[in-house]
């Protein structure tokens, strides 16, 4: 079994900036992020996507959500 590469925490602002995720941040110890929507449908909609790719990827994150808005965090245990 090989360990999963993890990244540093001086690491990760770069590696963020390195594949353009500008919108994500490093905050006690999660990678975090907030995206807006146009309203319930499509927070459901954005809901039921990160749900599809974090099953597909194994990588299951903490999401919060209400009308218009879905907060994502994520870290490796």
């Known amino acids: ?31 975090r992020r907030k995206y807006n929507t146009e309203g319930w449908q499509t927070t459901l909609l954005l809901v039921n996507a990160i749900g599809f790719l974090a099953e597909a990827a194994y990588h299951h994150p903490d999401l919060a959500v209400t009308w218009g808005k879905v907060w994502v965090q994520m870290k490796t245990s």
Do not use: F, Q
């Open 1 to 31: 079994m090989t360990k999963e590469l993890t990244y540093s925490d001086a690491d990760i602002p770069g590696k963020l900036s390195e594949h353009n995720l500008t919108d994500w941040y490093r905050e006690d110890g999660w990678l």
